[in-house]
């Protein structure tokens, strides 16, 4: 039995289509307007180039690769959470290092990145993965080595890293189209999209709470964000992918049948 559309002006269709199997966890999708897309088989720590209809081609080895997005000159940018690490790839396949160090110590593990009009980057590097004895980047004063030290960090054009602000878990990201809200999903605790409102410079000036996304108890957490050209929000979330209105209101979910495969 098809899916119920409760967003008729969203979605042309529920059905969804397989276009590759067999890999062990897959993330990061980035689609490339000549009509491919990267992934990552994360655990595999591998990234594939793929145009539909087509056999994944293997592009490398990554470093526990996962979240990737598209400079301004079209390179591709990619977090490499097991080489703690933001790395960038060029046109002629070159792999460089954009971000590794912070206030002298290395990143837990970036896991999802985003790249502004301006040029600069932000990326999350949540560190509830890392064992405590193995976070490297100081944390707030007076707390010796027992910190949450999640956070969401940007790299400026000149390469010069900051830290923007302190969350939880952060995971996904993704910009309003005027830039000038950071959308971060907190993924483990509490489940919700936190709203940092950000200034032309890429400081943080305020935050709040965008959405809740703790109801019901279909499996699910926020991660994975997109905003599409009318500022309507995309987070995966119980039960499927969540869409908001600019505002934070919740106006359907993008359900999958659970018995397909």
Not at 81 to 107: I, K, Y
Not at 149 to 177: H, I, K, M, W
């Amino acid at each position: 039995m098809p899916t119920v559309n409760d967003l008729p002006d969203i979605l042309e269709t529920t059905e969804a289509e397989r276009l590759a199997t067999g890999f062990v966890f897959t993330e990061g999708p980035l689609w490339h307007p000549d009509g491919f897309y990267y992934f990552v088989d994360f655990r595999a720590s591998k990234l594939y180039r793929m145009t539909p209809g087509q056999t994944p081609e293997l592009v490398r080895e990554t470093a526990g690769g996962n979240g990737t997005t598209f400079d301004l000159e079209g390179r591709l940018i990619h977090c490499e959470g097991t080489g703690r690490r933001v790395t960038r790839m060029g046109h002629d396949g070159r792999v460089e290092t954009l971000a590794e160090r912070f206030e002298g110590g290395r990143f837990s593990r970036p896991n999802d990145v985003v790249c502004r009009s301006d040029g600069s980057i932000f990326f999350t590097d949540p560190d509830k993965r890392v064992p405590y004895t193995e976070r490297e980047i100081p944390g707030p004063a007076g707390v010796d080595n027992l910190w949450d030290g999640g956070s969401v960090y940007r790299v400026a054009p000149d390469g010069a890293v900051s830290r923007v602000a302190y969350c939880e878990y952060p995971n996904g990201l993704a910009f309003s189209p005027d830039e000038r809200t950071l959308y971060v999903a907190n993924t483990r605790s509490s489940k919700y999209i936190h709203a940092l409102e950000i200034d032309a410079g890429g400081d943080m000036v305020r935050r709040r709470i965008f959405a809740d996304m703790n109801a019901g108890d279909k499996p699910g957490i926020p991660d994975g964000m997109k905003v599409d050209s009318l500022g309507r929000v995309f987070c995966t979330g119980p039960g499927g992918v969540w869409v908001f209105t600019p505002d934070g209101k919740h106006i359907g979910t993008i359900r999958f049948s659970p018995n397909k495969r």
